[in-house]
């Protein structure tokens, strides 16, 4: 029986994704010399920088152009493997794939393909593996019996070209046909045998994409100096000075039709060649293992937000760091799903100069791989960003205990109080919702409350905004599964995912001290409040906005919206103290409303300021206009003008003094 043969098959991340590892397949990092540098996708963070040397080699030992990875993509890769064989053993096959492009190894069966010529999947899993024969055994005994095995060719006229030369030429609009017949000029002068194969290939209607292949070791060195002795003289005469990211990958684009090139030239020089489909992998995010920032007094607070709210945020971290202690670590957790790396950083510059305070982002997708439903059940002013807060169990699997807090608060105590309270084997700690209250008693939702969510207890019902949350006790009793179930049932929550915790979890909660969690919005919805809350509650209220550790702008109607309210001042304290004082004025300033607004006579705010600050950008311009123009004029025009400058000077003083907070 005939020994199987070694084979290693690179496979290419860039990120992390689902792990191809084994024997036979190899993960490598591309472009780890550049990895934490900005590129078409962003910033690498450090977690997923760890992940990646945790999990793969990297290319960028040894003789390598990892630092060309900009422009030379997965081969750089390709090039490790062919300047370090040794590294990976001197396997008698090498090939290559990538993280979401795998060659289909079932000569069985016929997939069905898409236009581009692959076969679409929605994520890896066993059942995906199995089908395409992905596995050591299976590779092995087909790669034995060719010496070179390609990804399929995909028939251009699908995709609206009729050959490969003019799919370079008009299929991507970040592609440029002039650097195309540069690198044919180059193959042509170094590899005159090929002319015939050039002309074949540029005129047909078929085309190999992707860089996916296994090759005999003495073919992947012939590939290896055929495709870089190339590529190397192209990359010294193109001029990319002007290139965008995407353009500056001129150089990858032309290795895969150089591939194509070089298999047409193969096939006619009795090679045995196998051509596979291949597959796209839709969803390849894996569920990021998140460990606490400290490893001593760590206190976790997590939040959850959405482009919406990402300015309050920046106040409630704010307040919060305004208000710890320096005896405790505090781990902030933000999930999000569509912010911007922007808005991220300045959030992330908080605690620059705090060196215990942690402040991390996480993409939500990302964390609950395969648990997150296609859409939530939202009304009014919720996003669903409110139910992320419902699968920390699951996303925070290295904590016991964490606080969760809303976006929409401010927080005027150290939160290590509220952490350090003990709630027992209660599956949650949290403040009763007098809102709720009042509401039952008047009658807005006693039959709701009542028939849909079935509660016994009105009194017992809670306030989602602000929770401490046993994490082991809410795995023990799979409440992911539960919270989800009952979701579904209910289906239209109007108070959405605190509905949901408050039927899941009803009669096993620690009901926290009142001042953790006081409601702005109760005097908002109802001005005769006073005569419609049991005189226990009334009692309790007022006693909790005299002296409020949170601030909760719960309700429809906020803070920064309408700041004439009662308790409104504690978000303007702490907004002011933020660099996204100026941003949060600018965009919730309306011309249209601006002269009907109310604002705190604490602040001896007038309307002139608020148009001046709406404005402020336009009166700068406009005041180093008049500066100029009151120099390099005369007579009645220069004092106009020099009157003008004074005027717009005072405007932007006064707008400069009132962001002081003078």
């Keep these: 029986m005939k020994k199987e043969p070694s084979v290693k098959i690179l496979v290419g991340y860039h990120k992390p994704a689902v792990l191809l590892k084994s024997n036979v397949l190899v993960p490598i990092h591309l472009g780890r010399a550049l990895a934490t540098e900005v590129s078409k996708d962003g910033q690498m963070s450090q977690e997923d920088y760890q992940w990646m040397l945790d999990n793969m080699i990297g290319d960028d030992t040894g003789d390598n152009i990892s630092n060309q990875n900009r422009e030379f993509c997965e081969l750089t890769g390709i090039y490790w493997a062919w300047k370090n064989y040794d590294k990976l053993g001197n396997p008698e096959y090498i090939g290559f794939m990538h993280y979401r492009r795998h060659l289909s190894f079932n000569l069985l069966k016929t997939f069905t393909e898409d236009t581009t010529g692959v076969v679409n999947y929605e994520n890896i899993d066993e059942n995906y593996l199995t089908l395409n024969k992905i596995n050591d055994d299976d590779i092995q005994s087909l790669v034995k019996n060719y010496d070179i095995i390609s990804g399929a060719k995909c028939n251009l006229?699908?995709?609206?070209?009729?050959?490969?030369?003019?799919?370079?030429?008009?299929?991507?609009?970040?592609?440029?046909?002039?650097?195309?017949?540069?690198?044919?000029?180059?193959?042509?002068?170094?590899?005159?045998?090929?002319?015939?194969?050039?002309?074949?290939?540029?005129?047909?209607?078929?085309?190999?994409?992707?860089?996916?292949?296994?090759?005999?070791?003495?073919?992947?060195?012939?590939?290896?100096?055929?495709?870089?002795?190339?590529?190397?003289?192209?990359?010294?005469?193109?001029?990319?000075?002007?290139?965008?990211?995407?353009?500056?990958?001129?150089?990858?684009?032309?290795?895969?039709?150089?591939?194509?090139?070089?298999?047409?030239?193969?096939?006619?020089?009795?090679?045995?060649?196998?051509?596979?489909?291949?597959?796209?992998?839709?969803?390849?995010?894996?569920?990021?293992?998140?460990y606490p920032a400290f490893k001593e007094h760590n206190i976790p607070i997590c939040f959850s937000v959405d482009k919406n709210y990402i300015l309050y945020l920046g106040v409630a971290i704010q307040s919060l760091i305004a208000n710890i202690g320096s005896e405790k670590n505090y781990d902030i957790l933000i999930f999000t799903s569509n912010t911007s790396s922007f808005e991220r950083k300045k959030i992330t510059q908080l605690a620059l100069s705090v060196p215990n305070v942690s402040i991390r982002f996480f993409n939500i997708k990302k964390c609950i791989k395969n648990k997150l439903p296609t859409s939530f059940f939202t009304n009014g002013h919720f996003t669903e960003a409110v139910y992320y807060r419902a699968f920390l169990p699951h996303m925070l699997e290295k904590y016991s205990k964490v606080i969760y807090l809303d976006c929409d608060l401010i927080v005027n105590k150290d939160i290590a109080s509220l952490y350090n309270i003990n709630i027992a084997q209660n599956p949650l700690g949290a403040v009763v919702d007098i809102e709720a209250i009042r509401s039952y008693k008047c009658g807005f939702i006693q039959k709701y409350v009542d028939d849909t969510l079935k509660l016994k207890d009105i009194t017992k019902y809670f306030n989602s905004g602000v929770l401490i949350m046993n994490l082991e006790q809410l795995r023990k009793m799979n409440f992911i599964d539960k919270f989800l179930s009952t979701l579904q049932k209910i289906s239209e929550p109007w108070f959405v995912d605190q509905d949901i915790f408050n039927v899941v979890l009803e009669n096993q909660v620690t009901l926290l001290p009142p001042k953790w969690n006081v409601e702005y919005h109760i005097p908002i919805w109802d001005t005769s409040y006073v005569d419609h809350l049991p005189e226990k509650y009334l009692e309790l209220y007022s006693r909790m906005q005299n002296d409020p550790y949170i601030v909760h702008f719960a309700g429809c109607k906020k803070a920064w919206q309408e700041p004439q309210h009662e308790l409104a001042n504690y978000f303007w304290k702490y907004a002011r103290q933020t660099p996204f004082y100026e941003e949060i004025l600018y965009k919730n300033l309306k011309v249209n409303s601006v002269q009907n607004m109310t604002l705190p006579s604490t602040q001896n705010v007038n309307i002139n300021i608020l148009r001046n600050i709406y404005t402020y950008s336009q009166n700068r311009f406009n005041y180093y206009r008049c500066k100029l123009l009151s120099k390099i004029t005369f007579g009645k025009m220069r004092k106009h003008y020099k009157k003008k400058r004074k005027e717009l000077k005072a405007k932007i003083k006064q707008v400069k003094q009132f962001l002081k907070g003078k």
């Design 157 to 290: 006229e699908k995709l609206g070209t009729n050959c490969a030369y003019n799919h370079y030429k008009m299929a991507n609009q970040f592609l440029h046909i002039e650097d195309y017949d540069q690198a044919l000029e180059i193959l042509a002068k170094k590899y005159p045998e090929y002319i015939p194969d050039i002309q074949e290939y540029n005129n047909q209607k078929y085309a190999y994409f992707t860089n996916c292949f296994i090759m005999k070791r003495d073919i992947f060195e012939k590939y290896c100096n055929f495709c870089f002795s190339i590529l190397n003289e192209l990359h010294k005469k193109l001029n990319t000075s002007f290139y965008s990211i995407q353009e500056k990958r001129a150089i990858a684009y032309i290795s895969e039709w150089l591939n194509g090139i070089f298999i047409t030239h193969a096939y006619k020089t009795d090679n045995k060649i196998l051509e596979l489909q291949r597959t796209l992998i839709k969803n390849t995010n894996i569920s990021p293992i998140i």
